[in-house]
Nanobody, 125 residues
Framework: QVQLVESGGGLVQAGGSLRLSCAAS????????MGWFRKAPGKEREFVAA???????YYADSVKGRFTISRDSAKNTAYLQMNSLKPEDTAIYYC???????????????????WGQGTQVTVSS
């Protein structure tokens, strides 16, 4: 079992930055892929970014060039650096962990077995 706890959400003005953290209860660096998803009011949950156990990264087109996913295996923590935030980035952001042996591609939620509770990000215009 892996428990995930997100932090770092909050209220920010458009154009600002936030860094989300996802602390895992156990080591994930060499075993798990990590992902960030978000869910805005009235919308389906959507993929934001993912980092493989190899450290390869993937991004949704809507955040490419603005968001950066990273991980610190020594701290069992994944990060999502969000720059140039827009009001449409407002959502609850969820961290997820999935086995590196999963057959699913990293942009789909089925690739992940463990989810955090989420952290609210609100971007004002």
């Amino acid at each position: 079992q892996v428990q995930l706890v997100e932090s770092g959400g909050g209220l920010v003005q458009a154009g600002g930055s936030l860094r989300l953290s996802c602390a895992a209860s156990t080591g994930t660096g060499s075993t798990y892929n990590m992902g960030w998803f978000r869910k805005a009011p009235g919308k389906e949950r959507e993929f934001v970014a993912a980092i493989e156990w190899t450290s390869s990264t993937y991004y949704a087109d809507s955040v490419k060039g603005r968001f950066t996913i990273s991980r610190d295996s020594a701290k069992n923590t994944a990060y999502l650096q969000m720059n140039s935030l827009k009001p449409e980035d407002t959502a609850i952001y969820y961290c997820a962990a999935g086995s590196k042996y999963s057959d699913y591609e990293l942009h789909v939620s089925q690739a992940y077995s463990y989810w955090g509770q989420g952290t609210q990000v609100t971007v004002s215009s």
